[in-house]
């Protein structure tokens, strides 16, 4: 018997998985894809997080601090999970360095998988002109710019008129059919910020519907109210790049007409989908997918369980959701991996 | 098995079982966006064409290697065999009325690359003026035309050449009909046969601007004018690239493949500057109906989403198309607007006077732009041409023409094949 | 209706204030008034002020002739500004254009009282039913009273309507509600009341009055004034405007 | 009135769609003239198309300015005000929620078409009563009715 936890992904859901079972007294396998922990906030350098602009480290700072220091975790970047063998109370986990080639074998009792998600790519949808045409970027890379406090488009200069245009690779049969919940009000942040930043800009929500669920709600009053920034019902049809500004056709169902506006920067709301990192995970753990490439819990409404025993959920991997909201499901799944634990070994 | 489903009161639609399973799935399928079925169901119904030939049904006129064919890309990615020489010109009606530089400029280009081609009187109308006449004909009257036209060809053993896009996609959709559908086959071949004709299929429908698109290396070798300055803005007509949207011609190497090829490829082939704009898929303005009945509406379109929008965005020196009813309305779309003050405009042309210009021929004798309106003068000046001298020409020409001389370009070369006879193939 | 309107007048020669000082109070606060209503309406930068309905009827453009404007004018005025067709007959909350209604005739038919009472003497008519002028007095201002309380009860019987209605409706409408029911009461007291206490009903009367004069300008009253003189107006100058 | 409508009905009465078209699209000169010909009429009409080139904020911005506009910037088009306005029941032509968004994002086409009839308000408040974002459009009905023929509103555009 083993007091060891696995704990797939160096998210946010993973890190609180870690740092509680740390703090509850078990040692803890902290396995991350990539060469960095933080997960998606630290990968895309996100400069606050919504609803209170608390800025991405005060969050993720302690978290990853904790984990990189306590002799409780044993942190393996840059590593995947290969192999996994046994029952509840007693896994036989290989773990492969990806840069070495290297694997190692361990024996955990529980495993928690918090994998995360991926930012839509939107050059697969190719109305927007992601990718083909300069200034037109996702919602993720304008936070590193906008954490560097440096929005500028390609030619270095400010933009005068922006637009977000939300529920990219969202709510369309032809890409992604759910609605990725908090695009709507990690957008609205940006924006304020965005007129926080450069002050005379002229920012315009083009939208089908606004999520800002919950307390979000404040978000999209203030942007109104206090900041001034335009919402249009409708959808785009097509970006097009005239060689200097951006063209966007789309109609604005609120007066039932088209319009084909210039702006200087298009900010795509891109959704939340399933990472490789979870299809990985999910097949070498023998985890079923739902329809959409998430992992399916046993029962909807029980994120936690992820129907085969001692195999616990966490965050982004098994639906869309917020930070806070991942931070307390790594919290949850902590304390199922606990009272394995409990079960099992005295800790 | 063939099944037999009733597409509306009057007409039954044969089909196979397959057929039917794809018929049915047409309206779920998401590409069943393109004008008439799928891809599938296009390519399907080239294979039926094949069955019905082996089966004795019709007769293919295929493009043989006396065509000297040359392969396309389409966009349905089949290759498309387009047949350089031997061509019996299809010609259009509006161009003759509206913009006779047109056909004289390209029978001008063939003359120049020696190219052997049959100018026939005995060509009629597609007779769906307008697309359809908007409801003035049906399929049958429709597919009847056209094959009475493709057997006049064949007859004649060259290969059909449409001109004009409506033609074009006319031909595609009945050719379609036809293959599809027994009992409009039934029916065109009891009218054919009345007129002592019977039932010839093109293995191929070819624009002519195809034929620019396959040829326009040679065109570009034996250009006499620097075009390198010219700045070209391309208006691809509908009825070529959007009905039956997969058997018009697409390059990899033009405009990423993304976009249709033709009239593109031969400005850039002859080395002058081709600028991209955003309404590029927009109509002309010309509409199915709307040149005939709401021309106010046609050149406010025409003007308001195309000229100005192309003035604004690329400043193109020049806007070429290839479609007679895209020149007529892009061209005459401009002179209200003009009137009314606003600044905006931009000679409008076809790739084959454009082309025929760059070859060196004269801007009036051949191109015939003294009947186009929006001013074409910057541009000649821009290609090198001294328009005002070529205006003295012009008019000595013109006092020659009046003492009997014949233009030769326009003249349809002998040819010494002998005529297929009628029947034969029955 | 404009401030001037409301300005019911039962004259008494005999009473503590005399005849001229009311007249000399109203010929100092009406032009006051008008004044203020023109400073206020100009202070929205709008070219056209209520006053400029009397230049419309000699401008060049629309109807022809004087005579012709002053018909289009009057008939203008009756229909969308006396009979509710324009804004009042398209809305389908009857109490509220009842309301409304009461008011207006109220107000209207006041002045046309109180002028008629300085042609003609009523208060030497003992009992006040009898008099055609003094019952089209307190009918009128009864009317208003009624059309005030109407628009104030609307108003209260419903928490959110109360909670979004500001200070300046409320302000407004208890003033009309004042005027009316003080004019009432004044005639009243006049027939079986005491003489001081009609005096005194009647001086809060003339004080209500001269408080809604100086404050109509800067009430909603000012911009009532203003739509009904430009729908007026366009209707005189033939523009294109919503049907009537 | 009646010649009102005459006049509306002779624009562009040659259209063959001409119901589809608004009267403020139609540009129908009574002289035109072009290299000494007469275009005049049916020959020489435009209309103009529906699409919508520009935002331009600046009406919007001197409504804020006026009394009772203060607040239009909250609103968030949910069509309180319209569902329960007695006047809008009666004429689709009035519709608060509609004249608040098109000002706002400027689309000077359709003010031109809508507004006259913000005069149509009776200024009954119970728009005001049902906004949920306390927006007051009975006041914002007032300020936009100066602002249509305010020159300091128009003053920016």
Redesign the interface.
């Known amino acids: 018997m083993t007091g060891t936890v696995l704990v797939v992904g160096g998210g946010p859901a993973g890190l609180r998985a870690a740092v509680d079972l740390a703090d509850f007294g078990a040692r803890v396998l902290l396995v991350e894809k990539r060469d960095q922990l933080g997960g998606a906030p630290v990968r895309w350098k996100y400069r606050s997080l919504a609803p209170d602009f608390t800025p991405t480290e005060e969050v993720m700072g302690p978290l990853i601090g904790f984990c990189e220091s306590s002799p409780m975790v044993e942190v393996h970047k840059g590593s995947v999970v290969e192999g996994c063998e046994g029952s509840v109370g007693d896994f036989t986990v290989k773990v492969r360095n990806e840069a070495d080639g290297t694997t190692t074998e361990h024996r955990v009792s529980s495993v928690i998988v918090a994998t995360g998600f991926e930012h839509f790519d939107a050059s697969v949808d190719p109305r927007y002109a992601y990718g083909r045409a300069p200034n037109v970027i996702g919602i993720n890379e304008l936070e590193a710019m906008l954490k560097e406090g440096r929005v500028v488009g390609h030619d270095g200069r400010p933009p005068k008129r922006v637009a977000f245009i939300f529920c990219v690779g969202s709510r369309d049969r032809s890409t992604n059919p759910w609605c990725c919940t908090v695009c709507c009000g990690v957008s609205i942040k940006q924006a304020i910020e965005m007129k926080q930043t450069l002050g005379d800009v002229?920012v315009?929500m083009i939208y089908m519907d606004i999520r800002t669920v919950g307390l979000w709600e404040k978000l999209?009053?203030d942007s109104?109210?206090k900041y001034?920034i335009?919402?249009?019902?409708g959808r785009v049809g097509e970006v097009y790049y005239t060689g200097e500004k951006l063209l966007v056709k789309g109609e604005?169902t609120?007066?039932r007409?088209?319009?084909?506006?210039l702006f200087d920067m298009v900010v795509l709301a891109v959704g939340i989908e399933p990472g490789p990192g979870t299809k990985q995970a999910a097949g070498v753990l023998g985890l079923k997918l739902n329809e959409y490439g998430f992992i399916a819990p046993r029962q909807p409404n029980v994120h936690v369980d992820s129907g085969r025993d001692g195999i616990f959920l966490a965050g982004t991997c098994i639906a869309p959701m917020s930070i806070e909201e991942t931070l307390s499901e790594g919290s949850a799944a902590a304390m199922q991996a606990a009272k394995v634990l409990k079960k099992t070994v005295a800790v | 098995m063939p099944e037999v489903i009733r597409v509306s009161k009057k007409e039954d639609l044969e089909i196979s079982k397959e057929d039917l399973k794809f018929l049915e799935g047409l309206g779920a399928d998401r590409r069943a966006k393109l004008a008439m079925g799928t891809t599938e169901d296009y390519l399907r119904m080239l294979e039926k064409m094949k069955d019905l030939e082996k089966r004795g049904e019709i007769t293919i006129h295929h493009v043989t290697d006396e065509y000297e064919p040359a392969g396309v890309r389409t966009l349905s990615r089949r290759v498309k065999k387009i047949p350089t020489v031997e061509l019996w010109q299809h010609k259009s009606c509006g161009q003759c009325g509206h913009i006779p530089g047109y056909i004289s400029a390209l029978y001008w280009v063939m003359t120049e690359l020696g190219i052997p081609y049959v100018d026939d009187t005995n060509q009629t109308s597609c007779t769906a003026w307008n697309y359809y006449g908007s409801g003035t004909s049906n399929p049958v009257a429709l597919s009847a035309v056209f094959l009475r036209n493709m057997h006049a060809a064949w007859e004649k053993n060259a290969y059909p050449l449409i001109h004009c896009g409506t033609s074009y996609g006319d031909y595609k959709e009945c050719r379609y009909l036809v293959v599809m559908s027994r009992e409009i086959r039934d029916r065109v071949r009891s009218i054919l046969k009345k007129i002592g004709r019977d039932l010839v299929i093109p293995e191929e429908v070819v624009h002519y601007s195809e034929w620019l698109h396959v040829m326009r290396w040679k065109i570009a070798e034996r250009r006499k004018l620097d075009v390198s300055k010219v700045s070209v803005a391309v208006h691809a007509a509908c009825h070529t690239y959007k009905l039956m949207a997969e058997d018009f011609t697409y390059d990899d190497t033009v405009l990423g493949g993304k976009k249709p090829a033709p009239t593109s490829s031969t400005a850039l082939a002859l080395g002058a500057k081709l600028l991209d704009y955003s309404n590029w898929y927009d109509c002309c303005g010309f509409g199915f109906r709307h040149i005939l009945?709401?021309r106010?509406?046609s050149?406010?379109?025409a003007?308001?989403?195309k000229i100005r929008p192309i003035v604004r965005e690329t400043g193109a020196d020049v806007l070429l198309t290839h479609d007679t009813g895209c020149v007529t309305t892009l061209d005459k779309s401009q002179?209200?607007?003009?009137?009314?003050g606003y600044k905006e405009t931009v000679p409008v042309m076809s790739d084959s006077q454009f082309a025929a210009l760059a070859m060196g021929a004269h801007p009036f004798i051949v191109c015939q732009l003294q009947w186009h309106l929006a001013d074409w003068k910057p541009l000649l000046a821009k290609m090198g041409v001294d328009w005002a001298s070529a205006e003295g020409e012009y008019k000595a020409y013109l006092e020659r023409v009046r003492n009997g001389e014949r233009p030769a370009f326009i003249r349809s070369p002998p040819r010494n094949l002998e005529n297929r006879v009628r029947g034969e193939s029955a | 209706m404009g401030p001037s309107e409301a300005v019911p007048l039962i004259i008494d020669r005999n009473a503590i204030v005399g005849h001229a000082a009311v007249v000399d109070l109203m010929a100092v606060l009406l032009p006051l008034s008008f004044v203020l209503l023109y400073l206020r309406v100009r202070g929205?930068?709008?070219?056209?002020t209520p006053f400029g309905i009397f230049a419309s009827l000699f401008a060049k453009e629309g109807k022809p002739g004087f005579a012709a404007r002053s018909r289009a004018l009057l008939s203008a005025t009756a229909q969308d500004i006396l009979f509710l067709k324009?804004?009042?007959g398209?809305?389908?909350?009857p109490l509220?254009?009842w309301g409304?209604g009461l008011v207006m005739w109220g107000a209207l038919g006041s002045v046309a009282a109180t002028l008629l009472a300085a042609l003609t003497d009523p208060a030497a008519v003992p009992m006040a039913l009898t008099d055609p002028v003094r019952l089209l007095g307190d009918l009128s201002q009864a009317a208003l009273a009624s059309g005030a309380a109407i628009l104030i009860l609307r108003?209260l019987s419903?928490g959110?309507?109360r909670?979004?209605?500001?200070i300046h409706?409320w302000s407004l409408q208890c003033l009309l509600l004042y005027v009316g029911l003080s004019g009432v009461a004044v005639d009243a007291l006049s027939q079986g009341g005491s003489f001081l206490a009609m005096e005194a009903m009647y001086i809060s009367q003339l004080a209500s009055i001269s408080a809604l004069l100086l404050y109509a300008p800067f009430s909603?009253l000012a911009?009532?004034v203003?739509?009904g003189s430009?729908?007026v107006q366009?209707?005189l100058l033939?523009?294109?405007?919503?049907?009537? | 009135?009646a010649?009102?409508e005459r006049?509306?009905e002779e624009k562009?009465r040659?259209?063959?769609?001409r119901r589809y078209?608004d009267d403020q699209r139609?540009?129908e000169?009574e002289k035109?003239?072009?290299g000494g010909v007469d275009?005049s009429g049916?020959?020489?009409?435009?209309?103009?198309?529906?699409?919508?080139?520009?935002?331009d904020?600046s009406l919007f911005e001197g409504v804020k300015r006026?009394?009772r506009g203060g607040k239009v910037?909250?609103?968030?088009?949910c069509g309180n005000c319209t569902a329960v306005c007695?006047?809008a029941?009666?004429?689709p032509?009035?519709n608060p929620r509609?004249l608040i968004?098109?000002v706002?994002?400027g689309?000077q086409a359709?003010i031109e078409k809508v507004k006259?009839?913000v005069?149509?308000?009776?200024?009954?408040?119970?728009c005001?009563?049902?906004?949920p974002?306390?927006v007051?459009p009975q006041?914002v009905m007032?300020a936009l009715?100066?602002a249509f023929?305010?020159?300091?509103?128009k003053g920016g555009r």
Request: a neutral charge; one cysteine or more; glycine letters at 8%.
């Open positions: 002229q315009y999209y009053w109104m109210e001034g335009n919402y249009i019902r604005d609120l007066v007409g088209p319009f084909e506006v | 009945t709401e106010e509406i050149r406010s379109f003007y308001f989403r002179v209200v607007p003009l009137a009314h | 929205w930068d709008v070219p056209f324009r804004a009042g398209r809305c389908e909350e509220h254009t409304r108003r419903n959110a309507r909670r979004a209605t500001d409706t909603e911009f009532l203003w739509k430009l729908l366009k209707s033939d523009e294109a405007g919503p049907p009537g | 009135m010649a009102e006049k509306k562009g040659f259209i063959a769609e078209v139609i540009v000169p035109l003239e072009a275009m049916r020959w020489g009409t435009l209309v103009l198309p529906r699409t919508i080139e520009e935002f904020h006026l009394p910037g909250k609103c968030w088009q007695p006047v029941h009666a004429n032509m009035f509609y968004h098109i706002r994002m689309y359709e006259d009839y005069y149509l308000c009776s200024g009954c408040g119970l005001s009563a049902a906004c974002k306390d007051d006041g007032i009715s100066i023929k305010s020159g300091r509103a």
